[in-house]
């Protein structure tokens, strides 16, 4: 688990995070393609963070497509900055988000066809509700998550974004928004309960903890421009709770 997330996290930044211009994040990338390359065709790895990912991939005997899907994403952020329709932006999360999911399932022996399915739907809205959580920081990196379609249905401009305004039209547009991913969440959340010991009671605050979120993104009234919410010390204590009560 450490060196997926060391290669994912890295990869992340690399596409996310300081000056970088386009081009050089796009070189960057790459250069991760060609280390899975090298994996793939049985070389050693260069760099430690692959050599620690190539001991695990050996280990596990894990596919390479997932690492694949993950730099996909990458690149896509740094070129794509709007999403017209929903399921655009679901297919970005199949390569964002899905295959942490894949993965883990894979590590632990649990990668039966209906525990993938599931996964990848609490995966997908995992990434959705962080979308919706940091609206305004993603505005700052001039980019919109939230499909161009439901702004035009509901009636909100990109100026609303910019300014932090928050009316009738935002609310009712965040409010579809919430309830979409909270009805993907409860649906797949089955998943929490069949996996077994340590994986399982841990994703139940996962899948928890996503659903608080939308519940305090509700509480303030959906301005997460001047509310971001997160989870504080309480909020685990209540999850806590919720996961020893969770049927």
Same mark, same amino acid.
């Given at each position: ?41 049985? @070389? &050693?790895? /260069? =760099? ?6 190539? !001991?695990?991939?050996? *280990? ?85 998550? @939230? &499909?161009? /379609? =439901? ?6 401009? !990109?100026?609303?974004? *910019? ?85």
């Amino acid at each position: 688990m450490q060196a997926i997330y060391a290669f994912a996290r890295t990869a992340d930044d690399i596409a996310d995070e300081g000056d970088a211009s386009a081009e050089q994040r796009l070189r960057a990338l790459n250069g991760f393609e060609t280390a899975l390359d090298r994996i793939e065709q049985k @070389l &050693p790895a /260069e =760099d430690p963070l692959f050599q620690a990912l190539q !001991q695990t991939i050996v *280990a596990y005997d894990l596919p390479l497509t997932p690492f694949r899907d993950l730099l996909s994403a990458f690149k896509q952020d740094v070129v794509t900055t709007r999403y017209g329709q929903f399921s655009e932006l679901l297919d970005y999360c199949r390569r964002s988000a899905n295959p942490v999911g894949f993965l883990m399932l894979h590590l632990y022996g649990e990668a039966t066809e209906q525990n993938l399915r599931d996964s990848d739907a609490i995966c997908s809205v995992l990434q959705l509700i962080n979308f919706w959580q940091d609206i305004a920081i993603d505005w700052q990196k001039a980019r919109i998550y @939230l &499909p161009l /379609e =439901d702004l035009q249905r509901f009636g909100v401009s !990109q100026s609303q974004i *910019a300014n932090g305004t928050i009316d009738h039209a935002w609310r009712q547009l965040m409010q579809f928004e919430l309830q979409r991913a909270r009805s993907m969440m409860t649906s797949a959340a089955p998943l929490a309960l069949r996996l077994p010991g340590r994986i399982g009671w841990e994703l139940r605050l996962v899948v928890l903890g996503g659903l608080r979120i939308l519940e305090k993104l509700e509480a303030a009234d959906y301005d997460m421009f001047r509310h971001r919410p997160k989870l504080v010390k309480m909020d685990w204590l209540m999850l806590g709770w919720r996961a020893l009560r969770m049927k």
